[in-house]
C-alpha cells in the first residue's frame, strides 16, 4: 500500500471550535506550565476553564503536558506524576485515589494504518479507580484498566 501523506496533511481532523480552543490552550498553558511546584489548586483550575472534568484534592504537576483539557476527567484524590504526558485526542478518563507516576505517556490518539491516507482516530482510554501506573509507562489508545490494577514501571 502507497501511503498518501498529501491527503493526511491537508484533511481538517477538527472542527474551527477545537481549533480556536486549542489556540486559546496554548496560551492557558503557558499559565499551567509556569505555576509554582506546589499549586495543584490553581493549575486545577486552569484545567477546568478549559473544559477539564478535576474532581477534589487532585495533584497535577506542571511539567505534565496535557494536549485537550476538554478531553480529560481525573476522580477525587488522583495524581499526576512529574513529565507526563496526556495525549489526550480521544477521551481520558481516571478514576479516584489512582496514580499516574512520573514519565507515563498516556496516548489517546492513533492512525487507521489500513487506510492510504492514515485518518486520524481517537479512541478512548479509561484507567480505573485505585490504579497506580508505574513510571515510564506507554499506555495506547482504546485501553481499559481495571480498578485496583498496578502496571508496572516501563510496561508498555
Same mark, same amino acid.
Given at each position: 500500500? /502507497?501511503?498518501? !501523506?498529501?491527503?493526511?496533511?491537508?484533511?481538517?481532523? $477538527?472542527?474551527k471550535w477545537i481549533y480556536v480552543k486549542r489556540i486559546l490552550w496554548t496560551f492557558g498553558k503557558f499559565f499551567f506550565r509556569n505555576s509554582p511546584r506546589i499549586a495543584f489548586g490553581y493549575r486545577n483550575t486552569i484545567l477546568r476553564l478549559f473544559g477539564a472534568k478535576i474532581g477534589?484534592?487532585?495533584?497535577? $504537576?506542571?511539567?505534565?503536558?496535557? #494536549?485537550?483539557? #476538554?478531553?480529560?476527567?481525573? +476522580? %477525587? #484524590?488522583?495524581?499526576?506524576? /512529574?513529565?507526563?504526558?496526556i495525549y489526550n485526542l480521544g477521551k481520558v478518563t481516571i478514576g479516584e485515589k489512582a496514580t499516574v507516576s512520573h514519565r507515563v505517556h498516556v496516548c489517546a490518539g492513533t492512525h487507521d494504518y489500513t487506510v492510504p491516507a492514515l485518518p486520524l482516530l481517537r479512541p478512548e482510554i479509561r484507567i480505573g479507580n485505585q490504579t497506580w501506573i508505574c513510571a515510564?509507562?506507554? !499506555? +495506547?489508545? %482504546?485501553? /481499559?484498566?481495571? /480498578?485496583g490494577a498496578v502496571i508496572g514501571a516501563g510496561t508498555v
Amino acid at each position: 500500500m /502507497e501511503l498518501n !501523506i498529501a491527503e493526511n496533511r491537508n484533511h481538517l481532523n $477538527y472542527s474551527k471550535w477545537i481549533y480556536v480552543k486549542r489556540i486559546l490552550w496554548t496560551f492557558g498553558k503557558f499559565f499551567f506550565r509556569n505555576s509554582p511546584r506546589i499549586a495543584f489548586g490553581y493549575r486545577n483550575t486552569i484545567l477546568r476553564l478549559f473544559g477539564a472534568k478535576i474532581g477534589k484534592h487532585v495533584h497535577i $504537576y506542571s511539567s505534565t503536558v496535557i #494536549w485537550f483539557p #476538554w478531553n480529560l476527567e481525573i +476522580g %477525587d #484524590w488522583s495524581a499526576i506524576g /512529574e513529565e507526563t504526558l496526556i495525549y489526550n485526542l480521544g477521551k481520558v478518563t481516571i478514576g479516584e485515589k489512582a496514580t499516574v507516576s512520573h514519565r507515563v505517556h498516556v496516548c489517546a490518539g492513533t492512525h487507521d494504518y489500513t487506510v492510504p491516507a492514515l485518518p486520524l482516530l481517537r479512541p478512548e482510554i479509561r484507567i480505573g479507580n485505585q490504579t497506580w501506573i508505574c513510571a515510564n509507562t506507554f !499506555i +495506547g489508545p %482504546d485501553i /481499559e484498566i481495571g /480498578e485496583g490494577a498496578v502496571i508496572g514501571a516501563g510496561t508498555v
